[in-house]
């Protein structure tokens, strides 16, 4: 069986901090700071020999944005927070046979490298949810390590995408990584 690959690119990864200029400043009791980061998803395939490709379409990039000054934990939970243009969860629709199953691999924890400065690093912990149907916010959350799925009558699989990064010891800049999702016809 052949496998399909779909890398979830993290470059730019933007991060504005409390010495960031102008209109990505937040204003608040006196003190400025910000951290928004914008995880760009593209997807790679490779195709299957002898039968259907599984594609992967982006709707929506995963967001992570501070709301606090003492805010050093950024949480994007991909069932509750909401998937839109600006905010919240990725969305990523996997399009193939209708009905088929599958099975998903993906990596939890991916370490971003600042682009200049190589030592300076983000760790991000992936959770996923995925549903057959398009209901974010009754998707289940994705925890085995290499779950099965079955596209629906349609052939489509919809997973949305969020996670958890730390940024006590974050610079501003640009991060850059994979996030790999794997997927194999069964």
């Not at 052949?2 to 890398?7: A, P």
């Not at 960031?20 to 995880?39: C, H, K, L, N």
């Not at 039968?51 to 949480?75: C, K, S």
């Not at 349609?154 to 006590?168: A, K, L, P, T």
Request: overall charge negative; hydrophobic content about 40%.
């Amino acid at each position: 069986m052949l496998r399909h690959l779909f890398l979830l690119l993290m470059l730019p990864l933007f991060c504005m901090l409390p010495d960031m200029a102008e209109a990505q400043q937040v204003q608040t009791d006196g003190d400025r700071f910000s951290f928004d980061a914008s995880i760009r998803i593209t997807g790679n395939v490779v195709a299957r020999t002898g039968g259907e490709n599984i594609l992967f379409d982006t709707i929506y990039d995963v967001n992570f944005r501070q709301t606090r000054p003492e805010q050093t934990m950024i949480t994007v939970d991909p069932i509750t927070d909401l998937a839109t243009v600006d905010e919240g969860a990725g969305y990523v629709v996997a399009k193939g046979a209708p009905n088929a199953q599958f099975q998903l691999t993906f990596s939890r924890q991916v370490v971003l490298r600042h682009i200049t400065e190589r030592d300076n690093k983000l760790t991000v912990n992936y959770l996923l949810s995925a549903n057959s149907i398009d209901e974010q916010e009754n998707a289940d959350y994705v925890l085995e390590a290499a779950p099965t799925f079955r596209m629906n009558e349609d052939g489509e699989f919809h997973f949305w995408v969020g996670g958890q990064v730390d940024i006590s010891n974050t610079i501003r800049g640009e991060y850059e990584g994979e996030f790999i999702l794997e997927v194999e016809y069964l």
